[in-house]
């Protein structure tokens, strides 16, 4: 299994301070965001690569960071240079599937996000159901919902429609930016956006996966921090305490 990490993007709502400096390695604790992503999951022995997607304006960051850290770790340029010419979460899911001959099950993670739970569990929830697999959580406030992609899910934990910042949300599971896909179904990426699946929002080929192929849900156990402003940022370094369920 490979893991790969989104860390292409340009992170504008929080400049000056990722102006010049990407997201993913701003810390948290005293820890990058990325490395509490893969020091928890790496413990599981079941990643044998993990990718991260950068643009061209941070890739040195991210070799710099690659560098110290005792796994396998594969840094790949997009080649894009600010936000106005970004390629989008899903082509970057594609590009580095064709740039380095992908052909493995993905776990897939948005590299600006930190939890207070381990993400072990939905790692073995996926291996056990051997399909592909998102998280969920449950949302009370209608305005969030029409921020995030929203699922309609059966009894059987599995998606049957999944709608991104709909205007009015059909269910109140959102689905956040951690995904596992099988390699058969991830290798159809490329009918996905040419059937017109969009290719800004990671959660719209999942959108696009659930009508083509299973797809279930593991409920999170826990809370995710998604860092969006500078005063959320300073707000999450205040509370946040780890991974403690």
């Known amino acids: 299994m490979k893991c790969l990490i989104l860390a292409a993007g340009y992170a504008t709502r929080l400049y000056p301070l990722t102006k010049n400096f990407p997201k993913p390695l701003l810390e948290i604790g ?3 965001i990325l490395d509490w992503l893969i020091d928890d999951i790496d413990g599981l022995n079941l990643i044998d690569e993990y990718i991260v997607i950068s643009n061209h304006s941070f890739f040195s960051h991210f070799e710099k960071w690659a560098e110290a850290k005792p796994v396998n770790i594969t840094v790949i340029d997009d080649g894009t240079t600010e936000n106005e010419n970004r390629l989008g979460a899903v082509k970057d899911i594609k590009f580095a599937i064709d740039s380095l001959k992908l052909n493995d099950d993905l776990l897939i993670l948005a590299g600006d996000n930190v939890l207070d739970f381990s993400l072990k569990n939905f790692i073995r929830y996926s291996t056990e159901k051997n399909a592909s697999c998102v998280m969920r959580y449950y949302e009370n406030d209608n305005n969030r919902l ?3 992609g929203v699922a309609l899910i059966d009894s059987d934990d599995r998606i049957t429609l999944l709608e991104e910042k709909p205007e009015n ?3 109140n599971w959102c689905i956040p930016p951690f ?12 009918e996905a956006i040419k059937s017109g699946c969009s290719t800004d929002a990671p959660g719209s ?3 696009w996966m659930c009508k083509n192929a299973v797809v279930y849900a593991y409920e999170m156990p826990g809370k995710r921090y998604d860092i969006g402003t500078l ?13 403690i369920k």
């Open 30 to 32: 005293k820890k990058t």
């Open 169 to 171: 949300p059909k269910s």
């Open 146 to 148: 029409r921020k995030c």
């Open 231 to 243: 005063e959320n940022y300073e707000q999450i370094k205040n509370e946040y305490k780890g991974i």
């Open 179 to 190: 995904y596992f896909y099988k390699k058969e179904d991830i290798a159809r990426i490329d």
């Open 205 to 207: 080929l999942v959108g």
